[in-house]
């Protein structure tokens, strides 16, 4: 949508008129609108270059303003509305005799060179330089306007608000980029969004973390960086649990989960395994009378895990109506922070995600944690027959400080076992 | 409200003073019978005697002396020293004895003394009797400067320093002293050390003081007028203590300052200003080197037409500012 060409619509002032700074000098149509052109500077208009109803492209001089009785500059202009290049920067291209030659006084708008001191460096007031370095502003491509030679506010302000378009200000800003740095495309120089799109194409987006992100992370780094870990991962036959489930739906009312019956089980079997509803804490194990149970929980961008207390006291359905009203409050953020502190446990589900095995990382100072896999039907040999069954497959992670493998294998059979002689609690 | 002259103003301080605390008293040279050079102790004398009306001896030195043991003992006086150029004559008084006591003898003696003294040039006094000499006084730590624009800042000003305890110069400019402008007649003070903005502007800041403050803000209309820059103008009122706080509040608004003063460039107060300008955060802001406009490095001419050519006019401030502006 970059404006390429304007048409002049009608001249307001005529050569020969005395015109003020910020008068304005002729109206310009564009694809949208229209509007008054007003004059940079004060002085006589000398020429007008283009007829009103000319389509002329941006950048091109359209008038020359200066002193009464001065001759403009021989003109070189492409013709009007000819499909030449839109964009075109002067003085950059153009030969420099040339641009002499046809360059009027200095008293007309058209400036001079940057002024230099000897050494090289810009003579500029102080406000100029705070400006040009807040901005990142060369002031060597600043010309100056005050006869003194030195760079003036005036000089460097408007290049500081004119070099970059609002969206590429914003898209920057979202790249974390000084769109300052870069050359412009557009107009006289702008820096477009495309500059901006194009300066960003393949570099990584970066994301602050939040104040949860950077939690899991301390925590899942600590865990991996002083718990040696290992996994052990074996599948329970919920045929019976699943079918049990079947005939409480027709039944009616609220039914529990297989999640609920995963938690129930592990419950039960950690009132036997103290070393499982355990923490370890400065080189101490420290068994925990109740069974706090973790429930991790994915909320938005993260992942949190209320606690069920004494899990182990609670009947099936109880722990059912608790799980669920502990994960809706946990979702919608409106749990206190208390009700994620003192865990002995922790219980996590990617059973829904349609995941069939994972080695879930320990919440420290806990010892263990379970993983849920996703139920699937799987032929079996029985009594000489293949029947199909549905099967289980949960992962055990525990601390090897605290928990050997036979003890986390004897705790999983324990919660297999359970789940596999389903008798309506 | 009423209108009166600065001499009527600064009258009428001292004679509130005078009846305010018994403490103080005041002398000078023709002062009682005569009524001062100038007329402003005129009347004094038949309220309140040649006890607190005092006449002295043409002698500087001795006025000084007399103040100075008498502000040590309790007393509260005001002098007048005739001519600010005749300070020269009492300046060991002044500077060795009157700024240094307080601090030399650990604060065990207070010093309220004032100084009156009338300066500035435009009365065809010629050269000693025409300087503008804050310069010199201001140069000395102990000291307090002062000097007021208008009838109402002599007056408030001049009852805020006799009850300072410490040695005030009261700078009162001769060309003032038949200006008029509003004044209370209820009792108040103007606080030592607080500048006034005299007209807000957004383009350049003048910092200036005395009597140049009327044609510094006659350039500024002139210029609003005819270029349409809005130029802020600030009287100092008070040297020393100076309100650097104003001084670099306004500096770093407008990023343009033009110091104006009638006491010559070199070495003047205007260098002490551009630099705490130039020393403050205001710097950063500057879109212009400070610019000075003084009076020329010269002893006041007699002559009617050279002495008004080496002061600072409406028309050079005017200038100045739109050089700035440029």
């Known amino acids: ?425 | 409200m009423r209108e009166i002259t600065y001499a009527q103003a600064i009258r009428e301080a001292l004679a509130e003073e005078l009846r305010r605390d018994p403490a103080v008293f005041f002398m000078g040279e023709d002062v009682a019978a005569y009524g001062g050079a100038f007329g402003v102790s005129a009347g004094l004398l038949a309220e309140f005697g040649p006890e607190r009306i005092r006449d002295t001896p043409i002698s500087e030195a001795a006025i000084m002396g007399a103040a100075v043991g008498a502000a040590m003992t309790g007393l509260r006086p005001v002098v007048e020293i005739m001519f600010s150029d005749f300070v020269s004559c009492c300046f060991d008084g002044l500077c060795n004895q009157a700024a240094k006591t307080r601090y030399m003898f650990g604060g065990q003696t207070a010093m309220p003394l004032v100084v009156r003294a009338p300066a500035g040039s435009g009365t065809g006094a010629a050269g000693q009797h025409s300087q503008s000499p804050e310069a010199w006084i201001c140069n000395v730590p102990g000291l307090k400067v002062v000097a007021p624009s208008t009838p109402h800042d002599a007056k408030g000003l001049l009852k805020a320093a006799i009850r300072d305890d410490n040695p005030v110069v009261f700078l009162e400019q001769k060309l003032l002293y038949r200006t008029k402008g509003e004044v209370p007649e209820a009792d108040y003070t103007v606080p030592l050390g607080q500048a006034a903005c005299r007209r807000d502007g957004r383009h350049l800041t003048v910092l200036t003081y005395g009597r140049m403050v009327a044609r510094c803000l006659e350039a500024a209309e002139r210029l609003a007028a005819e270029d349409g820059a809005e130029a802020e103008v600030l009287d100092l009122r008070t040297l020393v203590p100076l309100d650097r706080e104003a001084v670099i509040a306004s500096a770093r608004k407008t990023g343009r300052v033009l110091i104006v003063h009638e006491a010559c460039q070199t070495g003047g107060f205007g260098g002490e200003l551009a630099a705490v300008v130039a020393g403050s955060d205001a710097f950063f802001y500057l879109d212009a080197p400070v610019r000075r406009l003084c009076g020329a490095d010269t002893p006041i001419p007699y002559n009617p037409t050279l002495e008004a050519s080496v002061v600072p006019t409406t028309d050079s401030i005017a200038a100045a500012l739109r050089d700035l502006l440029r």
């Not at chain 1, 922790?346 to 320990?362: C, K, S």
Request: net charge neutral; aromatic share 4%; with cysteine.
């Open chain 1, 1 to 425: 949508m970059a404006m390429e060409t304007g048409v002049i619509r009608r001249w307001l002032k005529r050569p020969g008129d005395t015109v003020a700074v910020g008068e304005p000098l002729l109206e310009i149509e564009t694809d949208k609108v229209t509007m008054e052109v007003e004059a940079e500077a004060s002085g006589t208009l000398l020429a007008a270059l283009h007829p009103e109803g000319a389509t002329v492209p941006v950048t091109e001089t359209v008038a020359w303003l200066g002193q009464p009785g001065e001759t403009p500059p021989a003109v070189t202009t492409r013709p009007s509305s000819s499909p030449s290049p839109a964009v075109r920067i002067e003085d950059e291209n153009a030969d420099e005799d040339d641009q002499a030659a046809t360059r009027p006084s200095s008293s007309l708008s058209s400036s001079p060179a940057p002024a230099r001191a000897p050494d090289g460096r810009v003579p500029a007031t102080p406000a100029a330089r705070r400006l040009a370095r807040e901005r990142g502003l060369d002031l060597a491509r600043v010309t100056p306007s005050h006869p003194d030679g030195a760079l003036r506010l005036r000089d460097v302000a408007p290049l500081a608000a004119r070099r970059v378009t609002p969206l590429a200000r914003a898209l920057a800003a979202e790249a974390g980029l000084d769109p300052l740095a870069l050359d412009g495309s557009g107009c006289g120089g702008k820096v477009t969004a495309a500059d901006i799109t194009r300066a960003v194409a393949g570099r990584p987006r970066r994301v602050p973390l939040s104040g949860m992100r950077r939690l899991i992370a301390e925590r899942m780094a600590l865990s991996r960086r002083e718990i040696p870990d290992a996994t052990l991962a074996l599948s329970a036959d919920v045929t019976d649990l699943f079918a049990w489930r079947e005939r409480r739906k027709r039944a009616g009312g609220s039914v529990p989960s297989v999640n609920d019956a995963v938690l129930y089980a592990v419950a039960a079997a950690l009132a036997e395994f103290p070393f499982l509803n355990a923490t370890f804490e400065q080189g101490e194990i420290l068994c925990w009378p109740d069974v706090n149970l973790g429930v991790a929980v994915a909320v938005d961008n993260g992942l949190v895990v209320p606690v069920l207390r004494g899990a182990q006291r609670l009947t099936l359905d109880a722990l059912s109506d608790l799980a669920r009203d502990t994960v809706a409050q946990a979702r919608a953020g409106k749990l206190p922070p208390d009700a994620y502190l003192g865990g002995t446990f922790t219980v996590t589900n990617l059973g829904m995600l349609g995941i069939a095995h994972f080695t879930p990382i320990i919440n420290p100072p806990q010892t263990a944690i379970l993983g849920v896999c996703a139920a699937e039907e799987r032929p079996v040999r029985r009594g000489g027959r293949t029947v199909w069954r549905t099967s289980l497959p949960l992962c055990l992670t525990h601390d090897h400080r605290v928990i050997d493998g036979a003890l986390g294998a004897a705790f999983l059979n324990r919660v297999k076992k359970s789940l596999e002689n389903w008798r309506s609690p």
